[in-house]
């Protein structure tokens, strides 16, 4: 379906990426921090059958175009559930049942199943922001009008896209991630010295007891990992979802995993845990993806329980292998039990909301302020429980997580 809206615009409503040239689409997503909005993924999230209308996540991308030329691109998805998102708005669903108004289908913007932040409008370099996003907000309103669609939401938003998009009428709601920042570290004792000396001991301890079990844990990224060790991961990765009830939440299937080696290994880093009698099959592995200076945690599993491996594999491999390639943030994904002692604060991210019933959209206006004071506030009750040594996370007015000494 093509609209014309302008002389110099065309735009086009696309259910799949693949019908976009990759080289059109990553020139729009190349420039940017995330990787998780690159043509790669996303292709292969749909054609590997995890984001698809039968999974819940019906693809309709939508795109603007001068003459042949994409000039901007928002992937978004028609969703009857509100699982694989991480952003829990069940609370809005039960409201709009209670005031008898259906709440899905939504339409979403996010990059499926991928709790971690930088999604926003992709944008030509050289175009007029504004007057594009503009654009797709009207036609994103118009589409949700016609197809009598509750609301349209952003979630893991990019913080400079935010206040733009306020600007343009949507409603700003504060959330948590863990996530680490590199200070200046040069080392992993560099990072060790930031905690006080009993969660030194701690993680020196837990650092110890992988080797006593008699295991090796590699860093293995790019064309350095073998192509077995993709269906491997997807083995540990289901296995580990059914080993603790979380069968709903396997939401990436076997193909998906195959296919990065193939296209997408270069962004790819796993942290394999090795018996020292056997050096071709893990005992567990951590699956994370980076970009630039970002490294981002996705899975892990293990083939039997081996005290402190998680710990391991997923937070001190992947932070000594940043510091050394210089990583400057860490977000190793989703939960934050074991994350906030172990150097990961409580950091804010955000969601954008645009609800289309009007005493839905008055009630999210009305309460959302008191809402982000709340979550403001556990931020900085959980920042001021991390054993750091003489150091304060402290959040800022705008939502920033910095750091200084206690006495300074």
């Known amino acids: 379906m093509v609209e014309q809206l302008l002389p110099r615009y065309s735009v086009s409503w696309i259910n799949k990426i693949a019908e976009i040239p990759q080289t059109a689409w990553d020139a729009l997503a190349m420039p940017l921090k995330t990787p998780f909005l ?60 209670r005031l008898g108004v259906q709440y899905y289908p939504k339409l979403l913007g996010m990059a499926p199943f991928t709790p971690a932040e930088g999604y926003r409008f992709l944008i030509a370099p050289g175009e007029d922001e504004d007057e594009l996003t503009e654009l797709m907000v009207g036609a994103i309103d118009h589409f949700c009008d016609r197809h009598q669609i509750s609301g349209c939401n952003f979630l893991y938003v990019d913080p400079e896209w935010r206040p733009i998009m306020e600007r343009h009428g949507f409603t700003s709601w504060m959330h948590h991630s863990y996530v680490w920042q590199n200070s200046g570290f040069n080392t992993f004792d560099d990072y060790l010295q930031v905690f006080n000396a009993n969660q030194r001991r701690n993680i020196k301890r837990e650092r110890k007891a992988v080797e006593t079990a008699g295991l090796r844990l590699v860093t293995l990224t790019g064309d350095e990992i073998p192509k077995s060790l993709f269906p491997t991961m997807y083995k540990f990765y289901s296995d580990h979802c059914d080993k603790f009830g979380w069968w709903g939440s396997k939401y ?66 992947p932070i000594e292998w940043a510091i050394a390639n210089g990583i400057q943030i860490f977000d190793p994904g989703a939960g934050g039990q074991h994350k906030k002692r172990r150097g990961f604060p409580a950091t804010p991210n955000h969601s ?57």
């Open 252 to 317: 990436l299937t076997k193909k998906f995993f195959e296919q990065l080696h193939h296209h997408y290994r270069h962004r790819v880093l796993f942290v394999a845990a090795y018996n020292e009698n056997d050096s071709h099959h893990p005992t567990g592995m951590s699956f994370c993806i980076t970009k630039g200076d970002r490294l981002y945690g996705r899975y892990w599993g293990s083939t039997h329980e081996i005290d402190c491996l998680h710990f391991n594999a997923c937070y001190y491999m």
């Open 352 to 408: 954008l909301h645009r609800f289309y019933n009007p005493r839905l959209s008055q009630i999210l206006r009305s309460y959302i302020s008191e809402v982000n004071e709340i979550e403001r506030q556990e931020i900085d009750a959980i920042n001021q429980d991390i054993p750091f040594s003489r150091r304060e996370v402290k959040l800022n007015p705008d939502g920033e997580v910095t750091f200084s000494d206690a006495d300074s």
């Open 38 to 97: 690159e043509w790669e993924w996303l292709n292969n999230l749909e054609t590997s059958g995890s984001a698809t209308a039968k999974a819940g996540w019906l693809p309709n991308h939508l795109t603007v175009w001068r003459e042949r030329q994409l000039i901007a691109a928002a992937p978004l998805y028609v969703k009857g559930h509100s699982y694989g998102e991480f952003v829990f708005d069940h609370q809005w669903a039960d409201l709009a049942y």
